[in-house]
Structure formats: structure tokens, C-alpha cells
């Protein structure tokens, strides 16, 4: 199943997003890593069937979704998912989009 991956930048220079949705004028995405966890005792990533990015290395979604403005992402381009592995990315970035609409509720407060 194909699907937009942008490049999100951060401290360490940026990592692969896929993204799942927009919601105004942010992106709801779910950031890839080559790594089993998430630092040196961190969560365990959630292993994919196959890379995205088509290149045949063992690929890790995060368990955590990201929202973030449109204009902190680059490098567009396009990838491929299974539908096992995009179904996963949905969950994960519906929490965060959840997540994101409970503090904003809040703020409105």
C-alpha cells in the first residue's frame, strides 16, 4: 500500500515519518527507525514486515505518533506498506491526534 514518508527534522538532524494524516496545518505521522529500541533502555520499537522505504533493511515504527507543523517536514517521497503494518501506524497516530485535541480543548479553557 503506498504511502507519503517526509523527512522530520530534529535535533539529531531528522528521521523518516510516514504520514498518516493532516489535521489543520499539521502533519499526524509515525517516525521509522533502523533501531530495535528507543535508546539505550528504552521502549521497544514495533517491528515492521518490511521497510518502507523499499531498501531491504529491517525497519521499526515508533510507538509514539507525532503532530507537527507542515513546514517541519521535507524531502517528500513515496513508499510502500503492508496492511498489517499500516493498520499499526493508523492506532498509533490516532492517539497521538487524540492526544493533540485533548490539549488544545484544554487550552481553550
Do not use: C, F
Not at 500500500?1 to 510516514?18: C, E
Not at 530495535?36 to 520499537?45: A, Q, S
Not at 493498520?87 to 492526544?99: S, T
Amino acid at each position: 500500500m503506498p504511502v507519503t514518508i517526509k523527512k522530520h527534522s530534529d535535533k539529531n538532524g531528522g528521521h523518516p515519518h510516514i504520514i498518516v494524516e493532516d489535521i489543520e496545518d499539521k502533519h499526524v505521522s509515525v517516525g521509522l527507525s533502523t533501531q530495535k529500541r528507543k535508546g539505550k533502555k528504552g521502549g521497544m520499537n514495533y517491528a515492521m514486515e518490511k521497510s518502507p522505504l523499499n531498501d531491504g533493511k529491517n525497519s521499526y515504527m515508533r510507538r509514539q505518533g507525532t503532530v507537527a507543523p507542515k513546514k517541519e517536514y521535507s524531502e517528500k517521497r513515496t513508499g510502500s506498506m503492508t496492511p498489517k503494518d499500516y493498520e499499526q501506524a493508523k492506532i498509533y497516530a490516532e492517539r497521538a491526534k487524540q492526544k493533540y485535541l485533548a490539549e488544545k480543548k484544554n487550552k481553550k479553557k
